[in-house]
């Protein structure tokens, strides 16, 4: 089945940057990604201005894209002086969320990140043992977090998905150390849906293709599965390895494996992903394929999903 493409926004721009990509791209699905001060005693009337929108274009496919630290904060009940300030925003959000997918009677996807970031630092000064055993109490505890969002939002049309890491973040300098191999999530989600990030996915596997830079979390990876994990063999491997789970698609490409090396353009010169075989293999496993770019700077720099998108339609119409 045809995959089908659409942007990200936020609740700020969303407005203006559908009407500027619509018109030429009929942009059937949309991400909203969420920022912490979004969840200040307005959210609620944001959300009712988002539905009425939803209502209007018509849009089919949505998703909204959690705060990874309000996350991790609450599902990981770390010790902090904003854990119950962090606590009150989740829930603001969540039952935000519940209420409109639910009085919009259609799906909406909220994707959560678990894979849990850690100072490079800290991460680096560990023994293989301590690291190794670190990563199965997180993954103990992601399971715990998981499940509770699923109960709380059981019978109701929101759906928490999790969405696959990258090894590290240049923003802050920190690292992940779960859920980059789809094996980490695999147990954990049953037959639930999921959301395939391909830029993360191709820099875990690009990493085992290199011996210049080291991640501890992909080399405990590489440890507890004694190689390479199916899944980070090739990017064809992790689709088939998730296909039956994959329901919503983060399209980005990348040239290398740092942080800062990710969310780029579909079509650069120096890209590392061969989307048309990629795009071909999405299509005859995974059933009703849909898809966002996430592309960084693109919401100012508007060339970037243009570029993008000309090249997804250009492999799509083949």
């Known amino acids: 089945m045809r995959m089908v493409i659409g942007i990200t926004v936020d609740l700020r721009n969303y407005e203006a940057y559908f009407k500027k990509f619509d018109k030429k791209y009929k942009c059937r699905a949309l991400e909203f990604h969420i920022l912490e001060r979004d969840l200040d005693k307005g959210f609620h009337?944001?959300?009712?201005?988002?539905?009425a929108f939803l209502q209007e274009k018509r849009i089919k496919y949505v998703s909204f894209h959690s705060p990874d630290r309000i996350l991790q904060s609450v599902l990981y009940k770390e010790k902090s002086e904003h854990l119950e300030d962090d606590r009150k925003?989740?829930?603001?959000?969540?039952?935000?969320?519940k209420k409109l997918a639910d009085e919009?009677?259609?799906?909406?996807?909220?994707?959560?990140?678990?894979?849990i970031k850690l100072p490079a630092e800290l991460i680096d000064s560990m023994t293989d043992e301590e690291l190794d055993g670190l990563r199965n109490l997180l993954l103990k505890k992601a399971k715990e977090g998981y499940d509770w969002m699923m109960s709380y939002t059981s019978g109701s049309k929101l759906l928490p998905m999790l969405e696959n890491?990258?090894?590290?973040?240049?923003?802050?300098?920190?690292?992940h150390l779960i859920d980059l191999a789809f094996e980490d999530i695999e147990e954990r989600i049953g037959r639930n849906g999921f959301v395939l990030d391909i830029?993360?996915?191709?820099?875990?596997?690009?990493y085992y293709k290199q011996n210049k830079?080291?991640?501890?979390?992909?080399?405990?990876?590489?440890r507890e599965h004694h190689g390479v994990p199916y899944?980070?063999?090739s990017l064809e491997n992790y689709i088939k390895k998730s296909e039956r789970n994959i329901s919503w698609i983060h399209v980005s490409n990348i040239n290398g494996i740092m942080g800062e090396n990710e969310g780029l353009a579909i079509g650069i010169k120096d890209g590392l992903i061969d989307f048309?075989?990629?795009?071909s293999m999405i299509e005859a496993k995974v059933k009703n394929p849909v898809g966002v770019l996430e592309i960084v700077n693109s919401h100012k720099e508007y060339h970037l999903v243009d570029d993008s998108m000309k090249k997804l339609k250009e492999i799509l119409i083949r």
Do not use: N, W, Y
């Open 231 to 233: 899944s980070l063999s």
């Open 45 to 51: 009337t944001k959300i009712k201005k988002v539905k």
């Open 104 to 115: 919009l009677k259609q799906e909406i996807i909220l994707v959560v990140h678990q894979g």
């Open 213 to 222: 830079v080291k991640f501890a979390a992909l080399e405990s990876i590489r």
């Open 276 to 279: 048309k075989k990629l795009v």
């Open 165 to 175: 890491s990258p090894p590290s973040c240049t923003a802050d300098q920190k690292v």
């Open 89 to 97: 925003k989740l829930m603001l959000m969540m039952e935000s969320l």
């Open 199 to 206: 830029s993360h996915a191709a820099m875990c596997v690009e």
